[in-house]
């Protein structure tokens, strides 16, 4: 038996840091599902081993040890006493962009386990994910979501508005751990989630693209100037608003709709990955 999920990638809308505790930064961050998703195929096993696969986007020598998604199956395993998988995950989310692709990626995992061997409540998996990373929990959904604390805290957002995107991905990354602390040397006022969330909900994506922000946007274009060259890139085409994603390096821009998505995109001539999309 085997079986076949799609991993989706997020945004974060907007990221402010409310705080630290226990030596973790506080978050408060809206996000929301992207229709770029990386491919996971799983396989039953009848011993408990878990054998992984990885194509795509430079992962092919990831070791073992380092992959979010084999620690997710083996505490699968571990927890409700299964057996294993052979897993192949086919990578479209590139790396190091802040687009949650390992987080993405554990959780399919786990929902791939569990359509596999039918093992865990709903409550359960949430307990596993949150153990696994701090957005994974989030990840298992997806969606409109407000994410607080380390971003273990959802809170899910009721709306059907369809946003469409264009995101430039600079070819180098940006440390997660670097990014964080450059921000505490140089820290802003935390901006919060209501403005754009109101404006999610009554749909309204004028205010909606004024109300994208990223607190980390200006520590990550210093460690990596290819993020302020996408941003000013972006905000050339005039949209509604721009803003990076997670700690980099992605960043999108927010249009009307779809048909702008694809003008902009068929008149980039810069030199980064350039991907259009909307939310799921």
């Known amino acids: 038996m085997s079986v076949r999920v799609k991993a989706y990638a997020k945004l974060n809308l907007t990221l402010s840091i409310t705080g630290s505790s226990g ?106 994910a949150a153990s696994l990373g701090s957005d994974t929990g989030y990840m298992l959904t997806g ?39 450059l921000y505490d040397s140089m820290p802003q006022a935390a901006i919060g989630s209501e403005s754009a969330i109101h404006a999610l909900i009554s749909g309204d994506r004028a205010t909606l693209g004024a109300c994208l922000n990223n607190a980390l946007y200006a520590p990550a274009a210093i460690l990596n100037p290819e993020v302020k060259t996408a941003y000013e890139e972006l905000e050339a085409f005039s949209p509604l608003g721009v803003c990076m994603t997670g700690s980099g390096s992605a960043v999108f821009a927010l249009f009307e709709n779809a048909e702008f998505c694809r003008w902009a995109q068929s008149r980039y001539k810069g030199k980064f990955k350039c991907i259009q999309l909307k939310t799921i």
């Not at 994410?147 to 440390?175: A, C, Q, T, W």
């Open 23 to 128: 030596g973790y930064h506080m978050l408060d961050s809206l996000v929301c599902s992207v229709d770029l998703f990386d491919l996971i195929v799983l396989k039953k096993r009848k011993d408990d081993k878990v054998i992984i696969q990885m194509h795509g986007q430079g992962t092919e020598l990831l070791p073992y040890d380092e992959n979010n998604a084999a620690r997710a199956a083996e505490s699968y395993i571990n927890t409700f006493g299964t057996c294993g998988a052979d897993i192949t995950i086919y990578k479209n989310i590139p790396l190091g962009a802040g687009l949650g692709g390992s987080s993405a990626d554990a959780a399919g995992v786990l929902i791939g386990m569990t359509k596999l061997y039918g093992a865990g409540s709903e409550r359960e998996l949430k307990e596993l």
């Open 143 to 181: 969606g409109y979501a407000r994410l607080l604390g380390r971003g273990d805290k959802v809170e899910y957002i009721d709306s059907k508005l369809k946003l469409d995107f264009l995101l430039l991905k600079p070819n180098g990354g940006v440390s997660t751990a670097e990014c964080y602390k």
